[in-house]
């Protein structure tokens, strides 16, 4: 089933009850001019079962103790924003699987060359689906296509890199002499949004899977708790690419971040993606790969499963 991603730009009062999240709005409640019909439909719940993601983007949204908790309980990424309305924090279980303490273990004890390989076929799989985007575009890939079948054990020649300067030289026609970087201009704010989220869900998928989200493969800064979120997420970060992509081809204003702009982000987790075979939700799919990866990490396979945009 498909897990739902629920977002709060304005003020509201969420708290449980009989395993639901009940939302009150108290500003249509408190409103004297709304008939009491529209009054009555700003109440609503929500199954916690059926929840995936949360994102709390408003300073006047309360939040109970006992719903906060029955959503990491039911591993749901709930995720905070800051004034600037960017994702700033993100609250994940401790314990969201039963054998987390030999998974720990496990992916303690990974050899180097084991972790190696895996960033190999990581920085495969995302310049392969690098490529397939800006196939989309019209443009060349035949050196994107090189760097794949180029790419070595632990990256040592570091393709991944020049496929990302070739990549975010042309992916953005429209926007003259774009540069990807974390405080640039704008498209970045809409990069930087997409890329929270699905930092988010990566990160849920990981702690589902009985795994550390802070011990990488390859990212290892030792500020980052989410070194191995942002080692997976390699390969899904076009899927985020390819929405911006359209967003910024519609020619409007991208200075702020709009309800509307982070509604279309938000749609992330529900994106439609190719992986094992078969087609299934991105938040789906993603256990497959992190799933992947714990038996890699257990020894019964080197091969981790990752999508591939079609």
Not at 3 to 16: D, H, M, P, V
Not at 110 to 136: G, M
Request: hydrophobic share 40%; with cysteine; aromatic share 8%.
């Amino acid at each position: 089933m498909i897990k739902r991603t629920l977002y709060f730009g304005n003020s509201a009062y969420l708290s449980k009850k009989d395993d639901q999240l009940v939302i009150r709005l108290p500003e249509v409640e408190k409103n004297q001019t709304l008939p009491e019909t529209f009054k009555k439909e700003a109440h609503a719940t929500v199954p916690i079962e059926d929840i995936g993601v949360v994102v709390l983007d408003n300073q006047q949204v309360i939040i109970t103790h006992a719903l906060l908790s029955a959503l990491i309980d039911n591993n749901v990424a709930v995720i905070t924003c800051n004034d600037n309305h960017m994702p700033s924090s993100l609250f994940m279980p401790l314990s969201a699987n039963t054998e987390q303490n030999e998974r720990f273990r496990n992916q303690l004890n990974a050899s180097e060359p084991l972790k190696k390989n895996l960033w190999q076929q990581t920085v495969e799989a995302k310049i392969r689906n690098q490529a397939f985007v800006l196939k989309k575009r019209g443009i060349k890939i035949d050196n994107m296509l090189h760097w794949v079948e180029s790419v070595k054990s632990g990256d040592t020649e570091n393709h991944e890199a020049r496929a990302a300067a070739y990549y975010w030289s042309n992916i953005l026609p429209a926007v003259p002499d774009f540069r990807r970087r974390r405080d640039g201009i704008p498209p970045n704010n809409i990069f930087n949004y997409s890329y929270a989220i699905l930092r988010a869900v990566v990160a849920r998928g990981l702690a589902a899977s009985g795994l550390l989200p802070t011990l990488g493969i390859h990212h290892h800064n030792r500020y980052n708790a989410y070194c191995l979120a942002d080692d997976i997420m390699e390969p899904y970060r076009p899927y985020a690419d390819e929405i911006v992509c359209k967003i910024v081809d519609t020619g409007i204003d991208l200075q702020e971040l709009s309800p509307t702009l982070k509604k279309e982000l938000l749609i992330i987790p529900a994106l439609d993606i190719f992986i094992d075979g078969e087609s299934s939700p991105l938040m789906v799919g993603l256990q497959k790969t992190t799933a992947s990866l714990v038996k890699c990490f257990e020894g019964e396979t080197r091969k981790i499963v990752y999508p591939e945009m079609t």
